[in-house]
């Protein structure tokens, strides 16, 4: 690929990134309001309101508009910096999923320091071990080994992080959650994997899922250099 085509490339993710953010942020600042208030109106005026399927609407709306506000964040033009890639994922599993974190396994070189944006990949990381770590709560696995594995490192090209976990398998096609607000997952807003696609898109980078050679899945994050 010729530097011209490389450079027209990174121009149009960053025009398209721009895009979605302005009208992310647009929607944000115009729902935030009306949201906030349909959900106090509701509750004052709605009979046995915590138990009414207008409180579970009202939430499954309120969660779609968070996810918008994670897909505006993800879009953002990227803010490179070095960091440790093995300090990051150890943080994010420390953190983010401490209460499974005996279920997870790492490997991968430490340190691995490199230059891009933590808080995207943070975005793109969390998706992947939040799908594992579902997956495996409902499969069933024989292995002795821990049912979620998180590998990482690079090549002369670029990086590269993998989520392997054993539990069932993918449920649906892959087209059938790559769009927005598709989901296969009841209580969830079909967001995560756009999320994750756009937050490392921003980095030139790209997101597979696919069925894993022992069973399970593997959800593989590449970006460039």
Not at 69 to 95: C, G, H
Not at 120 to 137: D, K, P, T, Y
Not at 154 to 170: N, S
Request: aromatic share 6%.
């Amino acid at each position: 690929m010729s530097d011209e085509t490389e450079e027209s490339l990174r121009s149009r993710r960053q025009i398209q990134a721009r895009a979605a953010e302005w009208i992310a942020g647009l929607l944000l600042h115009e729902l935030a309001s009306p949201i906030g208030l349909l959900a106090y109106a509701a509750s004052r005026e709605v009979p046995d309101y915590e138990r009414s399927r207008t409180k579970n609407h009202i939430v499954t709306l309120q969660m779609v508009f968070a996810a918008i506000e994670q897909l505006r964040k993800a879009s953002a033009t990227p803010k490179p910096a070095e960091f440790d890639l093995a300090a990051l994922i150890n943080e994010i599993v420390n953190t983010e999923f401490s209460e499974a974190a005996d279920n997870i396994a790492l490997h991968g070189p430490q340190p691995l320091l490199l230059v891009s944006d933590a808080a995207l990949l943070r975005f793109a990381i969390c998706n992947g071990l939040r799908n594992a770590i579902e997956a495996v709560s409902v499969g069933t696995s024989k292995h002795s080994s821990p049912p979620v594995v998180v590998t990482w490192g690079e090549t002369d090209v670029d990086y590269w992080v993998a989520v392997l976990d054993r539990g069932p398998g993918l449920s649906a096609p892959l087209e059938a959650v790559l769009g927005v607000g598709k989901t296969t997952k009841k209580g969830h807003s079909g967001f995560g994997l756009p999320i994750a696609l756009s937050a490392i898109e921003a980095l030139g980078g790209m997101v597979t899922l696919e069925a894993a050679s022992d069973g399970g899945t593997k959800y593989e994050l590449r970006w460039e250099r």
